[in-house]
C-alpha cells in the first residue's frame, strides 16, 4: 500500500450512514491503513457503524443548525486537513456530497475527480470513470501530492462490514464560515413513495420520451407498481418536465443495477445508457428498431409502447 | 436585480463524442448552447421581470471562437454577453474553469449568479459550488424553484426524500435543475436584436490568469482510455401483439414472476 491515510464523507440518513458511504468505507480499507469517516448531525451517534466498516476514527462536524451541509462541513474537513492532511476525501455522489466536494476542492485549492466508478492504488491513488455512455472507462490520476477530492457514483463498490471496533469520535467543528454558510433549510418535505427506492429496487421500469406525453408516464408507474419495482425516467422527459428530476437515470441521474431493467419508450442515449447497463437484466421496447438500447438489451420489443404495455398492463393484472 | 447566468457551449450532444490526441473532448465541430443552461437563462429572465427591471449577463469560457451559442442566449433575452475565449483554456479542469468564471463575474454588479446543475459534455458537476467558494458566496444547488423576496432568496431544493425550501440573504449562487422553467424559444425579433447586443470577448490575460488554468492549472491527468466491458444484444422481436407475452416470459425466466 503506498496510501496511508483516506478521508471517507459519511452521510447520516435515517440512523445509518447512506450506502454509498458504507461502500466508500469499505472500499478504503483496502487501499489504505488508517481510515477516517467524517459526518454530521446524528452521524456522531455512529460511531459503532463507522467502525464496524473500517474507520478507525469519526470526526464530527457536530449540529449544522440547519445550515446546507456543502459549506461546514468543507470547512470543518479543511481545518482537519491543516494538521494531518489525509492521501485523498472520498465522497459519495449526492445532492449533498457534490456540495461539499466543490467546497472543499476551492477552500483547499486542490482538484476535484468526480463520477467515478472505480479507485485502485497503483503507486499511488488511480481513479477511473465511465465517458460516453460506459463505452470507455478513463483511468485518471492526480498529478501532485496533498489530498484529491473524490466523488464516486453509488453502487462502485459493495459495501461490507469488516468488523472492526467502534470509532474514536472526534468533534471537528466548522467553525465560522461568514457569508457563505448563510443558506439554511426553513423546512423539509418527505414526497409520499410508494413501493421501493429507485437505487434499491430489484424491477426498475423507465419511460422516456417515446411515450409521447406526460400523462402516458402513468403506465410506467402502473407496470412498476404490479412488479413490485419503482419508476424511473430518462433525461428527456426529467427535462420536459413530465416526471422529478429524483427519477432521473443516467449520467446525470441515478445509478441502478436491478435484476432487471425495463426501458420504454427510451432509445439508448449514452447519457441514459450509463446508468442503467450494470443491470443483470436489461428488456427494451422502443418503435425504432435501430435503437441503441437494442444492443444492450437481453430482450428487445420492436413495438409501440402505447400497445406493448397496455397489454402488459392486463397480462399482470390478471395474473396478481 | 443584475443576474449573471453560466453557460457553456458544448458540441451536438447528439453527435458522437469522441477525445483527441491529448485525451481532450473533441470541440472541434459546431458547438451549441448547452441546452441544460437554457433553464437558468430563461429563469434569470423570470427574476428580473418580476423584480420589474435589471440586466441578465451571460458568461461562459472555451478554447475556441464559438459564440453561437452566447447569441442563442441573447435571442432569449439577455442583455449581454461576456466569454473568456482562449486557446490557453484547453485542458481546463473543473476548479480552473470556476477561477475563469469567478474573475470574470466578480467584474459585474450582480444579485445572482445562476447556473445549470452541471454541463452535457463533461459533467463533473462540480463548477458552480467552487464559483460559489471563490466569489464568497452562499450556494444552493438542485433548485426545482426559485423566488425572490426582497434581498431573500427562497429556493426549493431537490432531496433524496422530497425536497427543502432553503433561504439564504442576496448575492447568492443557484444552480437550477432541467424542468424548472419552460425555456423560451429565441424569435425572429430577438434573434435580429442579439446580433447588436454587447458581446465581450476576454483572453486569460485579461484577467491576469496566465499559467494557473488549461492544461498548465490541472493537477490530474488521464492514463489510459480503455474500452468498457460491453455487453451482448440478446433476442429481438418485432410486437406483433404478442410483445407484452413475450416480456412476460421472460420475465417469469428469471423468475420476477
Known amino acids: 500500500m503506498t496510501l496511508s491515510t483516506i478521508w471517507v464523507l459519511a452521510e447520516p440518513s435515517n440512523g445509518s450512514f447512506t450506502t454509498t458511504s458504507l461502500e466508500l468505507l469499505t472500499h478504503a480499507r483496502s487501499l489504505a491503513t488508517n481510515v477516517a469517516a467524517i459526518t454530521w448531525g446524528e452521524g456522531g451517534q455512529l460511531g459503532a457503524v463507522a467502525g464496524e466498516y473500517g474507520a478507525s476514527t469519526l470526526y464530527d462536524v457536530g449540529d449544522l443548525a440547519g445550515a446546507l ?8 474537513i479543511q481545518a482537519l486537513c491543516a494538521s494531518a492532511a489525509p492521501d485523498a476525501v472520498l465522497i459519495p455522489t449526492s445532492y449533498d456530497g457534490r456540495d461539499i466536494a466543490g467546497r472543499l476542492s476551492a477552500r483547499l485549492d486542490r482538484p476535484v475527480l468526480t463520477n467515478v466508478t472505480g479507485i485502485s492504488d497503483d503507486g499511488g491513488l488511480v481513479t477511473e470513470h465511465p465517458v460516453f455512455g460506459g463505452s470507455l472507462t478513463v483511468k485518471a490520476k492526480f498529478t501532485d501530492a496533498g489530498p484529491g477530492v473524490v466523488v464516486v457514483r453509488a453502487k462502485s463498490f459493495v459495501a461490507e462490514p469488516s468488523g472492526g471496533a467502534t470509532a474514536t469520535v472526534v468533534a471537528a467543528p466548522a467553525g465560522d464560515t461568514g457569508p457563505t454558510g448563510s443558506a439554511v433549510i426553513a423546512t423539509s418535505h418527505v414526497e409520499e413513495r410508494t413501493g421501493p427506492k429507485l437505487e434499491e429496487a430489484a424491477v426498475v421500469v423507465s419511460g422516456g420520451r417515446g411515450l409521447g406525453d406526460a400523462s402516458a408516464y402513468a403506465m410506467i408507474e402502473e407496470v412498476a407498481k404490479l412488479l413490485h419495482g419503482a419508476a424511473g425516467a430518462s433525461r428527456a422527459i426529467v427535462d420536459a418536465g413530465w416526471v422529478p428530476y429524483s427519477h432521473q437515470v443516467g449520467q446525470t441521474g441515478k445509478t441502478v443495477k436491478p435484476l432487471v431493467y425495463l426501458a420504454c419508450g427510451i432509445s439508448g442515449a449514452t447519457q441514459h445508457m450509463v446508468g442503467m447497463k450494470g443491470s443483470k437484466n436489461i428488456v427494451a421496447i422502443n418503435k425504432d428498431a435501430d435503437a441503441p438500447i437494442f444492443q444492450i438489451a437481453d430482450l428487445g420489443i420492436v413495438g409501440d409502447v402505447h400497445k406493448v404495455l397496455p397489454a402488459l398492463i392486463d397480462a399482470l393484472k390478471a395474473r396478481s | 436585480m443584475n443576474i449573471v447566468v453560466c453557460v457553456k457551449q458544448i458540441p451536438d450532444p447528439a453527435a458522437p463524442q ?5 485525451n481532450n473532448l473533441n470541440r472541434s465541430g459546431k458547438l451549441i448552447l448547452d441546452e441544460a443552461d437554457t433553464y437558468g437563462v430563461e429563469m434569470a429572465l423570470q427574476l428580473v421581470d418580476k423584480a420589474g427591471g435589471g440586466e441578465v449577463t451571460v458568461v461562459s469560457m472555451g478554447s475556441g471562437a464559438d459564440v453561437a451559442g452566447l447569441r442563442n442566449a441573447l435571442a432569449m433575452g439577455a442583455t449581454k454577453a461576456v466569454i473568456v475565449s482562449d486557446d490557453a483554456l484547453r485542458g481546463s479542469d473543473a476548479l480552473s474553469t ?12 450582480f444579485d445572482l449568479v445562476l447556473a445549470a446543475t452541471e454541463s452535457s459534455d463533461g459533467y463533473t458537476g462540480t463548477t458552480p459550488v467552487q464559483l460559489a467558494e471563490l466569489l464568497g458566496l452562499p450556494s444552493i444547488t438542485f433548485a426545482k424553484a ?4 426582497g ?4 429556493v426549493s431544493r431537490q432531496t433524496e426524500a422530497g425536497y427543502d425550501e432553503v433561504t439564504a440573504p442576496l448575492p447568492a449562487l443557484v444552480t437550477v435543475t432541467a424542468g424548472v422553467v419552460e425555456p423560451r424559444y429565441a424569435s425572429f425579433k430577438g434573434i435580429m436584436a442579439a446580433k447588436s447586443k454587447p458581446l465581450e470577448v476576454l483572453s486569460v490575460s485579461d484577467l491576469g490568469l496566465d499559467g494557473q488554468v488549461g492544461a498548465a492549472g490541472a493537477r490530474e491527468t488521464i492514463l489510459a482510455v480503455e474500452a468498457a466491458e460491453s455487453r451482448q444484444a440478446g433476442e429481438k422481436y418485432v410486437d406483433e401483439g404478442d410483445g407484452a407475452q413475450k416480456v412476460v416470459a421472460f420475465l417469469e425466466s428469471i423468475k420476477v414472476l
Open chain 1, 69 to 76: 451541509p456543502g459549506v461546514p462541513v468543507a470547512a470543518a
Open chain 2, 18 to 22: 469522441s477525445f483527441d490526441a491529448s
Open chain 2, 98 to 109: 470556476a477561477k475563469v468564471l469567478a474573475a470574470v463575474i466578480a467584474r459585474e454588479t
Open chain 2, 146 to 149: 426559485v423566488s425572490i423576496d
Open chain 2, 151 to 154: 434581498t431573500t432568496l427562497k
